[in-house]
C-alpha cells in the first residue's frame, strides 16, 4: 500500500498544495474585485457587506471544493471547463445571496449575477485559468505524467 503525500488524499503535501491553490485563486478574485470598486461604489450603498464579504466566502467554497476535481485532470481543456462550472455556481451562489438579502428580491437576481459576472468576470476567469495552469505545473508535478498534456 502505497501512501505518499501525492497518492494519499489526506497527507500533508495534498494538504499545502490544497491551501496554495485556494489562497491563491481567491486573492486573485479579490484582487480583481478590488479592481471594480469604483464601479461597485457607484451600484452599492455598502459594497463590502453586498460584495465582497460573500464573494469572499463563496469563491473560498467554491475553490476548495473545486481542487480534488482538478487535482487529477491533466487535460487543460478539462481544467478549463471545470473552472468555468466553478465560475458559474459560484456567481449563481451569489445571486442566491442577494435575492436572500435584498429587500423585495426575486429568483431573478440569479440570472442579474450570471449575466453580469459574464459581463465583468470573463477577464477574471481568464486569469484564473492562466493561475491554474500555472499552478498545476507547480503542485501536480511530481505524479510521474506530464501536466497538461
Not at 10 to 28: C, D, E, I, K, R
Not at 57 to 70: D, E, G, M, Q, S
Not at 102 to 131: E, K, N
Request: glycine content about 4%; hydrophobic content about 60%.
Amino acid at each position: 500500500m502505497d501512501l505518499s503525500p501525492h497518492r494519499n488524499p489526506v497527507g500533508s503535501a495534498y494538504l499545502v498544495n490544497w491551501v496554495v491553490f485556494v489562497l491563491t485563486m481567491t486573492v486573485a478574485v479579490e484582487a480583481y474585485c478590488y479592481l471594480l470598486s469604483d464601479i461597485l461604489r457607484k451600484l452599492l450603498d455598502d459594497p463590502f457587506r453586498y460584495f465582497f464579504a460573500p464573494i469572499s466566502a463563496i469563491v473560498l467554497v467554491t475553490f476548495a471544493a473545486v481542487y480534488p476535481l482538478l487535482q487529477r485532470r491533466r487535460r487543460a481543456l478539462t481544467r478549463i471547463l471545470i473552472l468555468y462550472g466553478g465560475f458559474v455556481a459560484a456567481n449563481a451562489a451569489y445571486g442566491v445571496y442577494l435575492w436572500s438579502v435584498a429587500a423585495h428580491g426575486t429568483a431573478l437576481l440569479i440570472v442579474l449575477a450570471l449575466v453580469a459576472a459574464h459581463l465583468y468576470g470573463i477577464p477574471l476567469l481568464a486569469l484564473l485559468v492562466v493561475i491554474d495552469l500555472l499552478l498545476a505545473r507547480l503542485l501536480f508535478s511530481k505524479l510521474g505524467r506530464r501536466v497538461l498534456q
